[in-house]
Structure formats: structure tokens, C-alpha cells
């Protein structure tokens, strides 16, 4: 038998996966195993299928994702910590023929952010909001977030999350789901093949929905941060299947502007 | 009794301090490079300690206004943060000044502006002795060299901010808050009761008994020519902190034809680079601020009529050289040396700095 | 007396615990102490190091660019750090992963095989005792005795079981390290 040489390995036939070009050569920071980079990459495959890379404007946050400006080959821009959603605002309604995300993590969103992105989704600002939920602060070394879970340790709830002392998780996605202004709210993971599938069709959705200019599409994925819940990559997705999804059910709760009722 | 040492970094410190000060509350929301202070409070417990309120807001906008509310008690309440988040205090801080409100804050700067780097820096100067926020007012300043003075400071500061009723910033660095140093630990100081509060702030808002008017905490006076006076108050309040609070140390200052000027661990840096500037037999002494504001400024004016020059030295693009400059009213030359945006310069640097622009120039 | 030290290798080596153990000691002895550690988004794993000086006088710079000794754990490191040493100084690291060894004839070099060691003896963990062992051997700056107080007082007291283990580690370590 003829040797195989690595021109008859790539070859269209044999093309099983492939990186999107929306996505830059870069390597990213992230922790091995940890959510933000497939997030990432649903985001560059959405943008490269739906062809709107030239048309697309996207915000970074402050939190592990501040460098997403690395990782794809988008404009974008840095925002301060919490106010993603205002220059989002801004980005829009200047140029509302143009596609606008914001992309933020808990700390972000629901705790310095909470003003603005409860205002922008009441103004029902037509761009997409990605929240990726970790129940914690990565960037920072693990710090309690508002949506850490009651009991569940981080650096600075070491014992673990006291509702009494520190309040109760905060479900941010159920609660813009009751705002005028969201059009699409929807919770999803990115842990599996079947749930990394599902969540690109929501990515896809709330890219599309801009279309429509009905307002707000806001998709939380549950993640994992293997550093902060200090566990290795596989066992951290199977501590977040066992306590963050009972408390953070994945599924739509919001489509075409109305509730879900389950 | 022994005393009793411990190994700990800058941040922790402030955290065991505020503690054994008997302080009441502490609000802040974390940041590198000074999260270690409320992750040290959540680990010590305080509310089992002494009863001390410790939580974490959610953001340094809401920390800063709990402060407010618990200062306009009377209590005694302190905050912290790094640059992105003092910056984000400033409103708040700004009222605090205006509602004439003691509070404790402490600055572990990183360089900026922006989001910038979470290194150490001294770029924070100018908005930490100049006001900060808008309005015409001032902070004292404490600028620690050292772990002990990170601790130290916390009770120096809010015996201060009660003294003259207005916020006390301690302003470190990424250095001066990650390293560990040897700290002599103080007592535990006993609460104050809140009787004690009482008597000792009546202008708190605690209650209004029978006894008194009520007692308003405010910074709004719509008559312009009431809000005159009130400044005037104010500047007449900065004036004695000038008169009565200035602290510095001098280093081999008597003998010194040179003199560097430097707060917090670019004193330290400087510290070494004296020693080899002497090594070289140039006579180098050094000024290190420890109120910022108020600034030494007599030392410096007299200084200037038997050394040399000076040279600042500052992890900033040169801040603090202003008034250095303004101190030493053009007797002699002042120069200024630093790096920036997280570098550290190093002690030859310094000597190169001093013998090129000072000796040399 | 003034000994200044950088400590370095990869995160999770227990760079900055071993320095704050030798630190530790120090201060139990009576002596000026810091310790300034390199700070990041410390997620990332990559290199992680530490300034330790123990002096008898008051301590100036705890950050420097020259150093007494060098306490090498990989090869970004190595060479990072190589070129720091004052001449005259020394150098210890672990051949590890090492490709290109120290290479300066004007300082000392020693080398210890802890990573092997240890794991020769199922002891990760204890690692880094053993190449604060090594370095004690060499410089016996602080006494066993005030190492043992520094440890107790670095170690939550969870811990404190692990003493003998550690003790033993420093032990093995001084046992091992060769002059190169
Ligand atoms: C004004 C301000 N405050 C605080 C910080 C420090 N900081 C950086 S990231 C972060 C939280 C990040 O957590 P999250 O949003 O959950 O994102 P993750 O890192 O987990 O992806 C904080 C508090 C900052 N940069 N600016
Ligand atoms: S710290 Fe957590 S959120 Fe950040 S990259 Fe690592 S695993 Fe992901």
C-alpha cells in the first residue's frame, strides 16, 4: 500500500470540522476546559454562516472575556466593568443597520452591570446580550458572584455562600424575561455536543431577531470555571449539571416576546 | 506582654487592622490587586469577632454610598479598592467630603488610565491629594512605605477622619498591598458601644430623641452664598490639617547634597539606589512624604537652601513633582524619574536618573 | 547579614509557599523579612515567582534586579534569572525539564533532583521542602529549629500533621543537592 502522505488527509472530503474565519489564529488565555471559548466559537460560527462579519459590532466586558478582541476578528470594543449594554446602546442606535452584542459574565452583568443592562433591556435596545454565567469571578482568583449559589464556597464567602449574610442568587435572565422590552430570553450550556448545538441555534436566533428590531435577545449560557470552583474540567461540568442547573434551568423563557409557560 | 508578630501582605494588614481598630464596617467589591482585603475579613469572620459588618456590594458605587450611610451614623466604616474602582467612588467620596463625613479609604493603585494593568503604580496622585471627584475639597492623604504601615495607618486614619470630620485615603500600591513584611499586631480595641457613638458624633443620624433637633446629613445647600461659607469652612479645616498633620521621614538627609523625594515603595526603591549612590560617594539623602496631603512642603522649601537639587521619584509620568516643585519655589532644580503603566524602575535607574538630570544637568 | 533571593518556576510548584516558609523563618529569628511575589490573572497557570530578602537591617527594596541566590524551577526561569545572580552568588535549580543548564563561571551552581525525587517517593507535595532543603544546606541562613516555627506559622493548622513529612523533605533535600 502507498504510503498516506498529508496531502490525501486534507482533502474537502475529509473535512470534518473546520475553525470558523470569524475566529483569529490567536490562542486563547482560557482555562483548558473552561466555557468561554466554545462560547466564543459559537459566536464566530453564527456570525460566518449568517455573513455579517463586516456588519457585526461587538462589546467586551470586563472578566475573563476582556480579551475576546483577540479571539475574534471582529470590531469590537472594551467596555468598563458592568456597562457593556450602554455602549451597546450607543453602537445601535447610531448605526441600527449593523449588528450589536455584548458578551459578559456574571460579575459583570448582574452585579456592577445590573442598572445598565436592566435599562437597556426595558428600553428594549434591538441587539443580542450573551451572559455567560459561572456563579463566580473568574478574572479575579474566584470571588463571590451574584449568582454563586447558596452554600457553594468562593474566596471571599470561604464557608460557602450564606443567604442570610450575602443574599440569594440572582436569576438575571428570568428576570429581564418580564421586562416590555426583551423579545428573546432563552437559558442554554455549552457542556455537550447536544447542548453546544442547541445553543448556537439560540445564538443564531438572537442574531437573527436583530432583523425584526423588536427588541432585546438575551441568551445566558451556564458555564463552568474550572479554576474558580478550584475542580478539574470534567468534574466541574458534572458539578454543574448536579447544582447550577436545578437552580439555572436550561430552556427558552421567553420567544417572540412571550413567556414561555411551562 | 510579647509582642506579637506576624508575616503578612500589605492587604491583609489593612484587613487585621481595621478589625483590631474596632472598626464597625467594611463595604468594598473585589479588584486586583487589593481583593485579598475583603477575602481576608470574609475568612477572620468580624461579625463573630467583634461584631464588625463586613459585605461585599456590588460594585464599588454601592460600597462607596454604604460607607456614606454608615458614616452619616456615626460609625466607623472603611472601603478599598484599585484605581478602576476608586475612580468609580469618586461621586461618592465627593459627598462624604461635602457631608463632612469620616471615612476610611485605602487606594491600591495599579497603573492606568483605563482599564490599564493591574501592576503596581503611583498614578492615582493627583486625583487622591487634588479632590478627586468635582468639587473643592481635599482628602488626607497617607501614603505607607511598608506592611506595618499599612497597618498602622488604619487606626492613624480614622483617628483623623473623626478628628476632622472628612475622609482619609491610604494610598498604596500593587507593591505595598501583594508583598508580606513582618507586622507587630496591635490590640484588639473594644467596639464603641452605641452610646458611645452617640457621644461621641452627635451630628449622627442615630434617632432623634426628645432631647435634640433632628440632625440631617447632607452636602446640598441651594443658597449660594451659605454654600460659600461652607467652603470657606472647609479651606479653614484643610488649613489646620496643613498646620498640625504633616508627616514625613528623612534618610540621611543632614549630610545630603542631593535629596530624592519619594512616597510609598518608590521610597523603598529609592532606598536602595541611596545606598549606591553613597557607595559612589555621592551624599544622597531622601524625603519620603508620609502625608500627601498635607504635603511637606516647609522641609522641601528648607532643604533647598543647602542641597544641591532634587529628584522625584514616582511611579507615575510625574505627579507629586508639582509640588515639589511648588515646595522648593525654584532654589534649586527639580527633576523627575519614573516608569509607568506597571513598570517598577530600578534602583540603578534612579542613580542614573539622579547623575544624569540632577548631578549632570 | 542581608540575603537577597528569587524564587522561580511554575505556577503550582509552591514557589511562593516555599518563600513564605523561608520567610517565615527569618522573622521567628528575629530578623527583617519580605516577600514580594510576581501577580497576575493568576488562572493561567504560566511562571510564578518570588522576592524573599532576610536581612539584619532594615529592608529597602523588596524588589530587585540582582540577586544573592537564585532558586530555579524551570527553564523560562533559568533563563530569565541566570544572567541576575551577582557574581559570586549562587544558583540552585532542579534539572527538570531543563534543556540548556546554567552556563556562568563566576557564581556557584548546585543542582538537586527533587521533581524526581519526590516523585520517586510519591511526595509532590512535598517538593518544594526539599529544594528549600537543598538551599538551606547551602546557605544555612536560618536555623532548622525556626524553619520548623516558620512552617507551623505558614501551615493552617489543619495541616499541622504534615509537619513531620515536610521536616523530612527539607532533610532529604539537603541530602541530595550537588555542587555542579
Ligand atoms: C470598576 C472595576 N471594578 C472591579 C474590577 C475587577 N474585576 C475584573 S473582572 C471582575 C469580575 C469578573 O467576573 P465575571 O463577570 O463573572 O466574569 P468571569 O471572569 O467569571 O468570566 C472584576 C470584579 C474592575 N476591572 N473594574
Ligand atoms: S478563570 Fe474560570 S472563567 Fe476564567 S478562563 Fe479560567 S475557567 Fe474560564
Known sequence: MAEITIKDIIKEENLVYKKSKVLTNNTMSYCPGCGHGTAHRLIAEVIEEMDIQSETVGVCPVGCSVLMYNFLDLDMQQAAHGRAPALATAIKRLMPEKFVFTYQGDGDLAAIGTAETIHACNRGENITIIFVNNGIYGMTGGQMAPTTLKGMPASTCPYGRDIEMMGNPLKMTELVSHLAGTYYVTRQSVHSPANVRKAKKAIRQAFENQKLKRGVSFVEIVSNCNSGWKLPPVKANEWMVENMFPFYPLGDIKVDGQLVTK | MEKELRLMKGNEAVAEAAIRSGADAYFGYPITPQSEVIEYLMAQEPHKRTGMVVLQAESEVAAINMIYGAAACGKMAMTSSSSPGISLKQEGIS??????????????????????????????????????????????????????????????????????????????????????????????????????????????????????????????????????????????????????????????????????????????????????????????????????????????????????????????????????????????????????????????????????????? | MTEEIIIAGFGGQGVLSMGKILAYSGLMQGQEVSWMPSYGPEMRGGTSNVTVIISDERISSPILTKYDTAIILNQQSLDKFECMVKPGGTLLYDPNGITRHPERKDISIYKVAATQKATEMGAVKVFNMMVLGSYLKIKPIVKMENVIKGLKKSIPARNHHLIPMNEQAIEIGMKEVQQV
Open chain 2, 95 to 361: 459627598y462624604i467630603a461635602g457631608a463632612e463625613l469620616p471615612c476610611l479609604i485605602m487606594n491600591c493603585v495599579r497603573g492606568g488610565p483605563g482599564l490599564g494593568t493591574i501592576q503596581p503604580a503611583q498614578s492615582d496622585y493627583f486625583q487622591s491629594t487634588k479632590g478627586g471627584g468635582h468639587g473643592d475639597y481635599r482628602l488626607v492623604v497617607l501614603a505607607p512605605a511598608s506592611v506595618q504601615e499599612m497597618y498602622d495607618f488604619v487606626e492613624i486614619g480614622f483617628d483623623l477622619a473623626f478628628k476632622y470630620r472628612n475622609p482619609v485615603m491610604i494610598l498604596a500600591d500593587g507593591i505595598i498591598g501583594q508583598m508580606m513584611e513582618k507586622v507587630e499586631i496591635g490590640p484588639q480595641k473594644v467596639r464603641r458601644t452605641m452610646e458611645e457613638v452617640i457621644k461621641q458624633c452627635p451630628w449622627g443620624t442615630t434617632g432623634k430623641p426628645t432631647t435634640r433637633e433632628r440632625n440631617i446629613i447632607t452636602s446640598l445647600d441651594l443658597v449660594a452664598s451659605r454654600q460659600e461659607a461652607f467652603n470657606l469652612k472647609l479651606v479653614k479645616k484643610y488649613d489646620e490639617i496643613k498646620e498640625k498633620e504633616v508627616k514625613y521621614e528623612l534618610i540621611n538627609c543632614d549630610d545630603a547634597e542631593y535629596i530624592i523625594v519619594a512616597y510609598g515603595s518608590s521610597a523603598r526603591l529609592s532606598m536602595k539606589a541611596m545606598d549606591l549612590l553613597r557607595a559612589k560617594g555621592i551624599k544622597t539623602g531622601i524625603v519620603r512624604p508620609i502625608t500627601l496631603f498635607p504635603f511637606p512642603s516647609k522641609v522641601l522649601f528648607d532643604l533647598a537652601d543647602r542641597v544641591k537639587g532634587f529628584l522625584t521619584v514616582e511611579m507615575s509620568t510625574g505627579q507629586m513633582v508639582e509640588d515639589v516643585r511648588l515646595a522648593v519655589q525654584f532654589k534649586k532644580p527639580v527633576e523627575h524619574y519614573g516608569r509607568v503603566g506597571g513598570v517598577i524602575p530600578s534602583p540603578e535607574e534612579i542613580v542614573n536618573a539622579l547623575e544624569q538630570k540632577i548631578i549632570g544637568g
